[in-house]
């Protein structure tokens, strides 16, 4: 149980503790040796390499250690430190390097006997994690003259962790997400695919001109009744509003089910998928962070130029019958949800067909397939 003095050093440290996205770990390692009497910090993080499912590509933050000895530590001994022999063996988020090797053991480690030769004897290591994940370890060293770090010592940084591992997941997620939001134009803007960037209120934060011009044509050609802009995204920009309502208007499965969402419209098919750009679980305490991408893709069901430029004739009367026909509808099903009667229904069918230069309604639905 930590003393009075020692809560009072726990609660020193955070109020010190960086936000800052940029130098975070370089912050708090210069916190620690302020604090601590710290004489050679280090920092690595660890993520996995795009190109191999089992290797760790490392980046690394080191004070008070020359250029040539980091070279030697991240080349020979950083896969053989500390961390290797916690793996799977060791859960403890806070471990001092005499407590896991013997004397004996430590005279004969090249990795203890590499510490050494840099005037180093005592090494404490403060691990990232997030649900058994390992996400960065930041290591303190000590001459021996400055003595091991105590078990009070230990303890204090098992307090501080969990408040470093959350900030610093924090940040990193801010990271990919900005990253993304800046660079989003330069990936999307170009292509015929509509994308957009949600936040966990579905509001568009970025969307590219393909993906509210396809919201607006669903609009324009579809059977969906107009939908309000919700609290969440009243202050929507202009030029994504289309978007902006489409997705109001099938709400919270575009993000969770967009597999169900079909939309049929004239000659085209429209699809939603959704990918959440976050890796962290949703038990954060900020939920605000998390970031989806939405692809709307367009199918085009038939390529006749003749078809095309006959639909592009039909009033917006007779494009809402033809979607309702196409949808499977009859007459009388078409006029209820229409709210006209049968024979205005008829009407519209008639003229249908004479644009389109069909004979009546199997032959239209045959060259709609």
Known sequence: MLTSQAYLSVLRFLRQMPTRNGTLLRDILQLFEQHFHVSTSLAVTYQKDPDSESALQYNYIVRDLPPNQVSAYMDQFVKFDIRSRLKGKQKKSVVSLTALLSPEERAHTPYYQ??????????????????????????????????????????????????????????????????????????????SLGVALLDHNGKILKANHTFNDYAQYIYENGSIVDSFVTRDTADTPEHYLWGQKLLNYFGSKIIS?????????????????????????????????????IFLIRQEKVHSPQMLAALKQLTSREKAVLDHLSAGLNNTEIADAMDISPFTVKTHLQNIYAKCGVSGRNELLSKLK
């Open 114 to 191: 590499y510490l050494r030769s840099l005037g180093i004897a005592y090494q404490c290591c403060i691990f990232l994690r997030k649900e058994r994940e390992l996400y960065a370890m930041i290591s303190l060293f000590r001459p021996e003259a400055a003595g091991d770090f105590t078990p009070e010592e230990l303890e204090i940084f098992s307090e501080i962790e969990p408040f470093i591992t959350k900030q610093y997941l924090e940040n990193r997620k801010n990271r990919e997400m900005m990253s993304l939001a800046y660079h989003f134009d330069e990936y999307f803007s170009h292509l």
């Open 257 to 293: 089910a967009p597999e169900e969402i079909k939309v049929e419209c004239l000659l085209h098919q429209f699809k939603f998928y959704s990918k959440e750009i976050s890796n962290q679980s949703r038990t954060v305490i900020n939920p605000g962070q998390y970031l989806y991408l």
